[in-house]
């Protein structure tokens, strides 16, 4: 039987770093936010954009992500009308990923940065909450180009929450090789609580 892991974690926590530590290692992995990311040159989802927001958002029949990202962080009733949309087509998409997973894997995680927002947390067998520093975690955005910590978190609930609410935290304030050694280290506990 497949260990099904929500992981999350605050914005700049390194949770992608993170997924991507459990795939070397042998889990399935999915990206939630990649998944939504690419639901956007969906059919229907770029027919529903263009009729609220008009034909500009997809030129040449490409959604303008900058734009929509614009819209959505600018209007707090845009931001949940465009999730309305694509949160349970994400739900579907996960739920299909899971029922594809072969017998032979024996982790599964999911990445949801809103998975305690969101009361999702019963849908997985675990979960994980990715932590760091928030000095370190303002860094992590700067360097990638982005605007730091303040007032990015307004939707999320704070880092110290979610590793109060979490089965398991990996704290990510050192080097890649150490995250790695930590979820490797998570890896085997997941699989000796799954049992044979």
């Known amino acids: 039987m497949t260990v099904f892991v ?50 500009g958002i997809a030129p040449n029949g490409t959604v303008d992500r900058d734009r929509v990202g614009e819209i959505v962080f600018a209007d707090r009733g845009e931001l949940e ?28 995680v999911v990445e949801v940065p809103l998975l305690f927002e ?14 760091a520093d928030d000095a370190l975690r303002d860094a992590r955005l700067r360097a ?8 990015r978190e307004a939707r999320q609930l704070d ?13 990510n304030d050192a080097s890649l090789q150490a995250l790695e050694s930590m979820v490797s280290e998570l890896m085997s506990r997941l699989r000796a609580e799954k049992g044979p």
């Open 6 to 55: 929500g992981l999350t974690g605050g914005i700049g926590a390194g949770k992608s770093e993170a997924l991507a530590a459990f795939e070397r290692l042998g889990a399935a992995t999915l990206s939630t936010d990649r998944v939504a990311h690419d639901l956007l040159d969906d059919d229907e989802v770029r027919s529903a954009l263009i009729g609220r927001w008009g034909e």
């Open 81 to 108: 009308w465009l999730e309305s949309v694509t949160h349970p087509r994400v739900g579907a998409h996960v739920l299909e990923w899971r029922r594809s997973l072969g017998p032979d894997v024996d982790v599964a």
């Open 118 to 131: 969101a009361a999702m947390e019963g849908a997985f067998d675990a979960t994980v909450a990715v932590v």
């Open 144 to 151: 990638r180009g982005q605007a730091g910590l303040e007032g």
């Open 159 to 171: 880092q110290a929450e979610k590793e109060r609410r979490a089965d398991h935290v990996i704290r």
